[in-house]
Every structure is written in C-alpha cells, then in structure tokens.
C-alpha cells in the first residue's frame, strides 16, 4: 500500500479513482487520517480478531469486533461528512494507476476477492433518501455486530437453537440501502461502489444460521461426492481449506 500510494504521488496527471482519492481524502488532514486507519483496519481486522479469539478467547471476542466496527464506523462518518456527504468509496487508499484513462473492472479487492471501485469520473453529495442509505450502510456493520454481542451475552432457551434476528435485520437494512441508494442517481464511480457492494450480499450466505441450515450441507454433499474424482477435487480441497475462515472468523464474510 505505502509502496502504491508513492509510485501514484510522483505521478502528475493523476486520472479517475486516483484523483478521487487525491482529491477528497488525502487533501484535508483529518480525513487523510481517517482514509489511511480506514485502510490499515481493512487489511488487518481478520488477523486481528484471530489474534483476539486466540488470547481472549470466544467470550470476548464480540466485544472486540464491535470495538473495531465501532471505530470504522467513525473513520466512515469523517470521510462521509467530510467531503461533503460524498459516497465512501473503497479502498479508501491509491490503487494503482488507471490504465490510459479506462475503466479497470479487473481489479480485485485482494482483501475480499471482488471488484474494487475504479472508474473516471467523481462523486456527488447525497441527499436526501442516499444520504439516509449511506449513513444506514455505513452503520449496519455495527448493529449486526451489536445484535451478535447482545446474543452472545444471553443464554439460549434452548440448546442448539439458531437466531435468524440478527442475520434478518442485517439483511433487510441492506435490502433498504439497496433501493434508497437508487433514489438519487449515480456517477460512474458511484456506479462501480455500489456494484461492488451488491456482490457483498453473497457474503449471507455464509454467515449463520442461513450458512449453518443451507450451505454448509450443500458444500459437505459438493465436498463429498468430488473428493476422490480428478480435477474437481482441487476446488473441494480449495473448499475445505477456507470453510474454517468462514465458520470461525466474522471479518472473513463481514463486507464491511
């Protein structure tokens, strides 16, 4: 990342999502602050909570991730207001230089696997029901993690029994954003984040306990039935190998 952001800055005639990020959250100290712990938390919440589930152990470890939530919540709010209710676009760091002035739909967020923003043009102030949206999105990670922690806290009635409550509320606040982001239109690069943050939603389906109901027998059936057939197995093994990530560690699937 230090690396990138140097090679970007020597560069003067700085392009799309570059001079989004040169412009908006590196030109005012306080939300070059906030962008830079934005993105060292982004690249280091999951060894961290692993760090924290290993020394604190599982009884702690709800308060410590709504601890990091709560924080990136207040980085997000900073760029939010700080540029003017401008959508927080991600990564909130230089990613390397846009390829003569195109659109990189290639490049991957190498945090989470999917498309990150990149694109030509700016952002606009959100107003109205998108300023609502934004601030609503950049908030549920922390109630989900909040209802989690309360969960955490109480002891089941019964032994076993799943919560759909904070998995359903979740959902239904990013179903909400969904439609209330589309109340204001878009510049490309906004286009591109919230592309980005549709293929979040996938992340539901593999956070309990839709992950522990549905697609955990679907991926033991898939993992089964291909271990010993040529070729197929290697996406089995591949599986099997990130299935503990998702089963033990929130930031693994959070899309936050």
Partial sequence: MRHTHCLVRG?????????HIERHYLKHNVCSVAALTLSVLSYTEVMLEMLVHKVKGENHRWRWIAGLEGAKVLLRLILFYGTKQRMVIHPTHFARADEDDKINLATLDPRIGVPA??????????????????????????IYVGLQWRRSKKKKSKEGEPSWKPWLISLGIDLTIRLAREMQPMTQLEREESRRR????????VREPFYDL??????????????????????????????????????????S
């Fill in 214 to 255: 549905f697609t955990r027998p679907i991926l033991d059936l898939f993992c089964d039935t291909t271990e010993h057939r040529p070729f197929i197995s290697v996406v089995a093994a591949a599986l099997n190998d990130y299935r503990p990530f998702w089963e033990q560690y929130y930031f693994s699937t959070s899309g």
């Fill in 11 to 19: 560069d003067d005639s700085l392009t799309g999502f570059n001079a």
């Fill in 198 to 205: 549709d293929y979040l939603l996938l992340f539901y389906a």
């Fill in 117 to 142: 923003s990149s694109t030509l043009y700016g952002s606009a102030s959100r107003k109205g029901w998108a300023h609502i949206a934004e601030v609503l999105w950049i908030i549920r990670p922390f």
